[in-house]
């Protein structure tokens, strides 16, 4: 499953990093990285952007950019 297929609340562990070079990078660099536990927090009603928390903080970014790319898993 992708982030963005996670429902608000729930939580799961992030299982693959996807993307290549700065966006694999960037992606790390917020947190994102294998084994990371994240909640869902919220989303727009388009989609865009997503709100999770992950290592203790709130991260929102653009779900087109960190659903496509990260996997997880409940």
């Excluded at 693959?16 to 660099?29: I, S, W």
């Excluded at 727009?44 to 990260?70: F, N, Q, T, W």
Aim: with cysteine.
């Amino acid at each position: 499953m992708n982030i963005k297929d996670l429902e608000i609340g729930k939580s799961a562990k992030i299982t693959e990093v996807g993307g290549e070079g700065a966006l694999r990078q960037h992606f790390l660099d917020m947190g994102l990285i294998l084994g990371a536990q994240i909640t869902m927090i919220k989303f727009a009603p388009m989609g865009d952007p997503v709100e999770i928390k992950i290592h203790g903080y709130e991260l929102r970014s653009e779900e087109r950019r960190v659903g496509k790319e990260c996997r997880s898993r409940w």
